[in-house]
């Protein structure tokens, strides 16, 4: 019980603190990265889930029985955008390679949180390949609320994953160095 607890106060202090090394070391860049991956993939999740249409007027409709469906949608976005930018910062920061940082949980959460099979399109896709993909539709109309939480899951996992990555390593120390030169400047 008291290693969890510790785990959980380590957590509320470190989490803060990745955000603040990240979002504060150019905050025009990763504020800009995490707010176009909502915005891209928010529209993208509610196109395929028949929420937003472009024609003949631009037009958003919730109804009853999507509406968390789209609270989770909403929520993979966010979380996307804010895996994506912190990933962005470890890449450049780390100086790693571009295939080491491709086996971090990020990509899985991006590829879970972005399958085709949550949304519509999925369902047109497995349509295609016939009497198996009539039992893939209809697992998936059943268990997709399940699916996408199971998404934002991994999301969380893979911001866990990439908080360790900038807290647990050199990177605090050379943000220590630039919140001092930057306190010099002052």
């Not at 955000?19 to 990763?30: G, Q, T």
């Not at 003949?56 to 968390?68: E, G, K, R, S, T």
């Not at 908080?163 to 630039?178: E, F, G």
Request: charge should be positive; proline fraction near 3%.
């Amino acid at each position: 019980m008291a290693n969890k607890q510790s785990l959980f106060k380590g957590l509320k202090d470190t989490i803060p603190l990745a955000f603040k090394i990240v979002y504060l070391s150019n905050p025009v860049l990763y504020i800009g990265i995490s707010a176009s991956v909502f915005a891209i993939f928010w529209a993208f999740f509610n196109i395929f889930d028949q929420l937003l249409f472009f024609s003949p007027i631009l037009y958003f409709y919730i109804p009853d029985d999507a509406q968390i469906g789209f609270v989770i949608t909403t929520m993979s976005a966010a979380l996307l955008g804010i895996v994506v930018s912190m990933n962005v910062y470890v890449i450049r920061n780390a100086k790693i390679r571009l295939d080491k940082s491709l086996l971090s949980g990020s990509v899985l959460g991006i590829a879970s949180s972005a399958c085709a099979s949550c949304s519509s399109i999925g369902f047109l896709i497995i349509s295609t390949f016939g009497g198996a993909g009539i039992i893939a539709t209809g697992f998936l109309t059943n268990y997709q609320i399940p699916l996408r939480l199971l998404s934002v899951g991994v999301l969380v996992w893979a911001l866990y994953v990439v908080h360790n990555r900038i807290t647990k390593s050199c990177m605090v120390n050379q943000y220590d160095n630039n919140k001092e030169k930057i306190n010099k400047m002052k």
